[in-house]
T-cell receptor, first 113, second 116 residues
Protein backbone atom coordinates (compact mmCIF):
# COMPACT_ATOMS: atom_id res chain seq x y z
CA UNK A 1 0.00 0.00 0.00
CA UNK A 2 0.89 3.68 -0.08
CA UNK A 3 2.90 5.25 2.68
CA UNK A 4 4.66 8.51 3.50
CA UNK A 5 7.63 8.89 5.81
CA UNK A 6 8.82 12.24 7.03
CA UNK A 7 11.44 13.30 9.52
CA UNK A 8 10.35 13.47 13.10
CA UNK A 9 10.37 16.71 14.98
CA UNK A 10 10.40 18.93 16.67
CA UNK A 11 12.70 21.00 14.54
CA UNK A 12 13.83 24.14 16.34
CA UNK A 13 15.38 26.95 14.33
CA UNK A 14 16.34 30.56 14.71
CA UNK A 15 14.68 33.20 12.56
CA UNK A 16 16.24 33.49 9.06
CA UNK A 17 17.67 29.98 9.24
CA UNK A 18 17.33 27.47 6.38
CA UNK A 19 14.65 24.82 6.81
CA UNK A 20 14.54 21.35 5.26
CA UNK A 21 11.97 18.71 6.08
CA UNK A 22 12.60 15.35 4.45
CA UNK A 23 9.76 13.34 2.95
CA UNK A 24 9.88 10.02 1.11
CA UNK A 25 7.00 7.98 -0.19
CA UNK A 26 6.00 4.54 -1.36
CA UNK A 27 3.28 4.22 -3.97
CA UNK A 28 2.25 1.67 -6.55
CA UNK A 29 1.60 4.19 -9.32
CA UNK A 30 2.31 7.84 -10.01
CA UNK A 31 0.93 9.86 -7.15
CA UNK A 32 0.42 13.55 -6.70
CA UNK A 33 2.41 14.94 -3.78
CA UNK A 34 1.44 17.61 -1.30
CA UNK A 35 2.65 19.56 1.69
CA UNK A 36 0.00 20.66 4.15
CA UNK A 37 0.57 23.00 7.09
CA UNK A 38 -1.32 23.18 10.37
CA UNK A 39 -0.87 26.39 12.32
CA UNK A 40 -1.68 26.35 16.04
CA UNK A 41 -5.43 26.19 16.59
CA UNK A 42 -6.22 26.05 12.88
CA UNK A 43 -7.16 23.41 10.32
CA UNK A 44 -4.92 21.86 7.69
CA UNK A 45 -4.08 24.12 4.78
CA UNK A 46 -2.55 23.15 1.47
CA UNK A 47 0.91 24.71 1.23
CA UNK A 48 2.05 23.41 -2.15
CA UNK A 49 1.70 20.47 -4.51
CA UNK A 50 3.30 18.70 -7.48
CA UNK A 51 1.52 16.33 -9.79
CA UNK A 52 4.31 14.75 -11.85
CA UNK A 53 8.01 13.99 -11.76
CA UNK A 54 10.38 16.99 -11.70
CA UNK A 55 7.53 19.41 -10.96
CA UNK A 56 8.40 22.04 -8.38
CA UNK A 57 5.69 23.30 -6.07
CA UNK A 58 6.18 26.64 -4.37
CA UNK A 59 4.26 28.97 -2.08
CA UNK A 60 5.09 31.54 0.63
CA UNK A 61 8.81 31.02 0.09
CA UNK A 62 8.55 27.24 0.49
CA UNK A 63 9.59 24.88 -2.30
CA UNK A 64 9.51 21.14 -2.93
CA UNK A 65 10.52 19.16 -6.01
CA UNK A 66 8.92 15.84 -7.01
CA UNK A 67 11.86 13.42 -7.34
CA UNK A 68 10.63 10.16 -8.82
CA UNK A 69 14.08 8.55 -8.87
CA UNK A 70 14.48 8.97 -5.12
CA UNK A 71 10.73 8.89 -4.30
CA UNK A 72 11.15 12.10 -2.35
CA UNK A 73 9.44 15.46 -1.93
CA UNK A 74 11.57 17.42 0.53
CA UNK A 75 10.28 20.79 1.75
CA UNK A 76 12.69 23.74 1.90
CA UNK A 77 12.61 27.39 2.85
CA UNK A 78 15.62 29.63 2.67
CA UNK A 79 14.82 32.01 5.54
CA UNK A 80 12.18 31.07 8.09
CA UNK A 81 10.14 33.46 10.19
CA UNK A 82 8.52 33.04 13.58
CA UNK A 83 5.18 32.87 11.78
CA UNK A 84 6.33 29.64 10.05
CA UNK A 85 6.04 27.80 13.36
CA UNK A 86 3.55 25.03 12.66
CA UNK A 87 3.20 21.32 11.97
CA UNK A 88 3.98 20.30 8.39
CA UNK A 89 2.51 17.20 6.77
CA UNK A 90 3.70 15.50 3.60
CA UNK A 91 0.98 13.60 1.75
CA UNK A 92 0.25 11.74 -1.46
CA UNK A 93 -2.86 11.11 -3.47
CA UNK A 94 -3.28 8.38 -6.01
CA UNK A 95 -6.14 7.47 -8.25
CA UNK A 96 -8.06 8.94 -11.12
CA UNK A 97 -10.59 10.72 -8.95
CA UNK A 98 -8.24 12.21 -6.39
CA UNK A 99 -8.80 9.55 -3.82
CA UNK A 100 -7.81 9.69 -0.23
CA UNK A 101 -4.77 11.53 0.96
CA UNK A 102 -2.15 9.39 2.69
CA UNK A 103 -0.28 11.52 5.21
CA UNK A 104 3.05 11.29 6.92
CA UNK A 105 3.24 11.66 10.67
CA UNK A 106 3.90 15.40 10.62
CA UNK A 107 6.92 17.49 11.61
CA UNK A 108 6.59 20.21 14.19
CA UNK A 109 8.70 23.28 13.42
CA UNK A 110 9.42 25.93 16.02
CA UNK A 111 11.10 29.14 14.92
CA UNK A 112 12.58 31.28 17.67
CA UNK A 113 13.23 35.01 17.30
CA UNK B 1 -16.32 32.15 0.66
CA UNK B 2 -17.09 30.18 3.80
CA UNK B 3 -14.82 27.27 4.55
CA UNK B 4 -15.66 23.81 5.82
CA UNK B 5 -17.65 24.12 9.02
CA UNK B 6 -17.53 21.53 11.76
CA UNK B 7 -19.27 21.29 15.10
CA UNK B 8 -18.75 20.90 17.91
CA UNK B 9 -15.10 21.97 18.14
CA UNK B 10 -14.57 20.05 21.35
CA UNK B 11 -16.39 17.14 22.96
CA UNK B 12 -15.72 15.29 26.19
CA UNK B 13 -17.70 12.15 26.93
CA UNK B 14 -17.46 9.05 29.05
CA UNK B 15 -16.75 5.72 27.44
CA UNK B 16 -19.73 3.78 26.16
CA UNK B 17 -21.60 7.02 25.45
CA UNK B 18 -22.65 7.96 21.90
CA UNK B 19 -21.29 11.02 20.12
CA UNK B 20 -21.95 12.71 16.79
CA UNK B 21 -19.99 15.17 14.69
CA UNK B 22 -21.42 17.44 12.03
CA UNK B 23 -19.81 18.82 8.89
CA UNK B 24 -20.97 21.40 6.36
CA UNK B 25 -18.72 21.36 3.29
CA UNK B 26 -17.87 24.24 0.99
CA UNK B 27 -20.82 25.10 -1.22
CA UNK B 28 -20.69 23.24 -4.52
CA UNK B 29 -18.20 20.63 -3.40
CA UNK B 30 -19.49 17.19 -4.36
CA UNK B 31 -16.94 15.12 -2.45
CA UNK B 32 -16.69 14.95 1.33
CA UNK B 33 -14.11 13.18 3.46
CA UNK B 34 -13.92 12.25 7.14
CA UNK B 35 -10.42 11.75 8.59
CA UNK B 36 -9.27 10.80 12.07
CA UNK B 37 -6.06 12.31 13.44
CA UNK B 38 -4.55 10.67 16.48
CA UNK B 39 -2.22 12.71 18.66
CA UNK B 40 1.15 13.23 17.02
CA UNK B 41 0.13 11.49 13.80
CA UNK B 42 -1.13 12.40 10.37
CA UNK B 43 -4.82 12.17 9.46
CA UNK B 44 -6.20 8.85 8.22
CA UNK B 45 -9.22 8.58 5.96
CA UNK B 46 -12.33 7.02 7.49
CA UNK B 47 -14.84 7.52 4.70
CA UNK B 48 -15.24 9.38 1.41
CA UNK B 49 -18.54 10.46 -0.15
CA UNK B 50 -19.21 11.44 -3.71
CA UNK B 51 -22.52 13.23 -3.48
CA UNK B 52 -24.70 10.92 -1.34
CA UNK B 53 -22.73 7.75 -2.04
CA UNK B 54 -20.03 6.40 0.25
CA UNK B 55 -17.41 5.35 -2.30
CA UNK B 56 -14.64 4.42 0.12
CA UNK B 57 -15.48 3.31 3.65
CA UNK B 58 -12.88 0.58 3.92
CA UNK B 59 -11.21 2.19 6.95
CA UNK B 60 -14.40 2.92 8.87
CA UNK B 61 -14.84 0.64 11.93
CA UNK B 62 -18.35 -0.37 11.10
CA UNK B 63 -19.13 -2.04 14.40
CA UNK B 64 -19.32 1.31 16.17
CA UNK B 65 -18.94 4.04 13.56
CA UNK B 66 -21.57 5.20 11.12
CA UNK B 67 -21.85 8.13 8.76
CA UNK B 68 -24.41 9.67 6.49
CA UNK B 69 -24.57 12.46 3.96
CA UNK B 70 -28.17 13.28 3.31
CA UNK B 71 -28.96 15.21 0.12
CA UNK B 72 -25.28 15.22 -0.75
CA UNK B 73 -24.46 18.25 1.39
CA UNK B 74 -24.03 18.08 5.18
CA UNK B 75 -22.64 14.98 6.80
CA UNK B 76 -22.77 13.41 10.24
CA UNK B 77 -20.28 10.97 11.72
CA UNK B 78 -21.44 8.96 14.73
CA UNK B 79 -19.70 6.73 17.24
CA UNK B 80 -21.77 4.42 19.41
CA UNK B 81 -20.54 3.37 21.88
CA UNK B 82 -17.34 5.37 22.22
CA UNK B 83 -14.18 3.73 23.52
CA UNK B 84 -11.11 5.25 25.13
CA UNK B 85 -9.12 4.69 21.93
CA UNK B 86 -11.50 6.89 19.97
CA UNK B 87 -9.99 10.01 21.51
CA UNK B 88 -8.67 11.95 18.51
CA UNK B 89 -9.37 14.91 16.26
CA UNK B 90 -12.00 14.19 13.61
CA UNK B 91 -11.46 16.21 10.46
CA UNK B 92 -13.89 16.87 7.66
CA UNK B 93 -12.70 17.93 4.22
CA UNK B 94 -14.39 18.66 0.91
CA UNK B 95 -13.36 19.00 -2.70
CA UNK B 96 -14.80 19.37 -6.17
CA UNK B 97 -14.26 16.31 -8.32
CA UNK B 98 -15.08 16.76 -11.99
CA UNK B 99 -14.27 14.63 -15.02
CA UNK B 100 -12.53 12.17 -12.79
CA UNK B 101 -10.04 14.72 -11.50
CA UNK B 102 -9.99 16.14 -8.02
CA UNK B 103 -8.98 19.59 -6.97
CA UNK B 104 -7.63 20.57 -3.61
CA UNK B 105 -9.17 19.16 -0.45
CA UNK B 106 -10.18 21.89 1.98
CA UNK B 107 -10.17 20.95 5.64
CA UNK B 108 -12.33 22.09 8.49
CA UNK B 109 -10.91 22.94 11.94
CA UNK B 110 -11.81 19.52 13.32
CA UNK B 111 -13.61 18.22 16.38
CA UNK B 112 -11.38 17.20 19.26
CA UNK B 113 -12.94 14.22 21.04
CA UNK B 114 -11.85 13.14 24.50
CA UNK B 115 -13.25 9.88 25.85
CA UNK B 116 -12.86 9.43 29.62
Amino acid sequence: GNSVTQMEGPVTLSEEAFLTINCTYTATGYPSLFWYVQYPGEGLQLLLKATKADDKGSNKGFEATYRKETTSFHLEKGSVQVSDSAVYFCALSEGAAGNKLTFGGGTRVLVKP
Amino acid sequence: EAGVVQSPRYKIIEKKQPVAFWCNPISGHNTLYWYRQNLGQGPELLIRYENEEAVDDSQLPKDRFSAERLKGVDSTLKIQPAELGDSAVYLCASSLVASGRAREQFFGPGTRLTVL
